[in-house]
Every structure is written in structure tokens, then in C-alpha cells.
């Protein structure tokens, strides 16, 4: 979803911070309501470099790179939620 929403740019600007906003929402709806600590958007722009790579090899067909950023974040924030339920 997140490279489709991309990839059609629907917007005039902000087609990336739609596209993450959307792909963090259908994520979190499917674990858990509310996350705490720094939100996967963030995360992916903080790896803005490897985000875009990651798109420009999704829009050639190859959907691994953007699906494992996407992937080691989410785990980046469910770790940190872990150690902020053990405190």
C-alpha cells in the first residue's frame, strides 16, 4: 500500500508523509491502537536515503527493499514498546 499510494502521487506535496501516515494506520489498526515511543513514520524518515531507494526499486517491481525498511522499523518501535511495558 505504501508504494501504490506513492507511486500514483495524488498530491501537489506530501504524497510521502500521506503514503507513511496510511501504511503506519493499516499497521497499527492490526496490532495494536496505540503506540508509544517514535511513530514509524519518523523512523522511515530518519532513513530517508534507504526510503527512497527502497521506492525507486518498488516502482521497478521490487518490493523487498521498501518491505524490509518498512519492516526493521516497525521492529525498531515494537522493541522500544517492549522495554517501556517492562519499566
Not at 503506519?24 to 514509524?40: N, R, T
Not at 513514520?41 to 534507504?50: D, F, I, T
Not at 521506492?55 to 525498531?76: H, I, S, T, W, Y
Amino acid at each position: 500500500m505504501l508504494w501504490k499510494v506513492k507511486h500514483i502521487h495524488p498530491f501537489n506535496g506530501g504524497n510521502g508523509r500521506v503514503a507513511r501516515a496510511l501504511a503506519y494506520l493499516v499497521m497499527a489498526s492490526k496490532v495494536a491502537p496505540i503506540f508509544k515511543g517514535e511513530p514509524l513514520p519518523a523512523k522511515l524518515k530518519k532513513r530517508k536515503s534507504e526510503y527512497v531507494t527502497g521506492l525507486k526499486a518498488a516502482d521497478k517491481g521490487n518490493l523487498g527493499p521498501l518491505q524490509n525498511l518498512v519492516l526493521e522499523c516497525f521492529q525498531e518501535q515494537i522493541a522500544e514498546i517492549s522495554l517501556m511495558l517492562k519499566v
